[in-house]
């Protein structure tokens, strides 16, 4: 069993950044992919990130791709998903996810943490 906690959250200018952090419990959390999702009013849960169970892979969606950062310290059962240049379009609920493979697909993931709120003004 891992349980998932999302933080660092919050309201942002266009063109700033945050860090969020994903804590996990359980001690098989390094044998995990994990991945972030957002969720914005109205719309369907999309995939931003995912990070192998090493570290050694990270995957991105076409929108943040060089702009998000996400990674992993498996000493401290943390992910991270470092955001800069943030746009309006980045406002959502941001989830992370735990599952065997780090892939694009909401149903591959066995657990999910409660989501922390992201908006970027204009």
């Known amino acids: 069993q891992v349980q ?3 933080s660092g959250g919050g309201l942002v200018q266009a063109g700033g950044s945050l860090r969020l952090s994903c804590a996990a419990s359980g001690r098989t959390f390094s044998r995990y992919a994990v991945a972030w999702f957002r969720q914005a009013p109205g719309k369907e849960r999309e995939f931003v990130a995912a990070v192998s169970w090493t570290g050694g892979s990270t995957y991105y969606a076409d929108s943040v791709k060089g702009r998000f950062t996400i990674s992993r310290v498996n000493a401290k059962n943390t992910v991270y998903l470092q955001m800069n240049s943030l746009k309006p379009e980045d406002t959502a609920v941001y989830y992370c996810a735990a599952g065997q493979q780090a892939i694009v697909v909401v149903t591959a ?8 709120q992201v908006t970027v003004s204009s």
């Open 109 to 116: 993931y066995d657990y999910w943490g409660q989501g922390t």
């Open 4 to 6: 998932l906690v999302e």
